[in-house]
């Protein structure tokens, strides 16, 4: 009679393959992470794209003029449903309130829903109400701001607020793993930095 023999892995052919399961699950995840981040990227451009567009649109119907200071109760940052915000100010001229916000944004401000903020230069702070046939190289939008609670919350800034303007701690870039923010400006052009 012959004895069969059940050959089974040995301790050193188990240990060799879950390594390799290992650093293959974590190449997965990175890739993903990778593919995720420039997915949200391209749907915060396209919202950007949406926002101009609609923000031009708006101008373009008042004589070229964006909007006062007054107008914005001289913030930067509000929820879309705040009468004092671009989100309400232009509502006609982007009726999707999706677009307001990014998906890489500030998780924190979602239940906001927007996660924008706006710019128009340095001008915002001694003239009233800006054309937008003299400032095409002036900032819309972008996403990555601070958000220390006053800002957030509307109380009054300085006109230098802006990514470029903060201590890092204070700073928020969303895209390019957390290095990059997308700037919208008022010749409709997006660039990401």
Known sequence: MMQMRIRAFTL???LVVI???GILAFSVVGWTSTLKDGGDTVKCLANLRTITAGTLTW???RNGMIWS???LGYSRYRMTNDPLGVPELIKDYVPNQNVWLC??????VRKFGNNYAWLPSASYDTQPIISIRDASETTLYYDGYIYS???LFGAHESPNMGPSALKAKFQVKPHGKNEKVNW???DGHIETR
């Not at 998906?103 to 924190?108: I, L, T």
């Open 12 to 14: 050193i052919e188990l």
């Open 19 to 21: 390594t390799l399961i």
């Open 59 to 61: 101008a373009n119907d």
């Open 69 to 71: 200071r007054e107008e």
């Open 103 to 108: 998906p890489a944004g500030r998780p924190s």
């Open 149 to 151: 609670l006053p800002t």
């Open 184 to 186: 919208a400006y008022m």
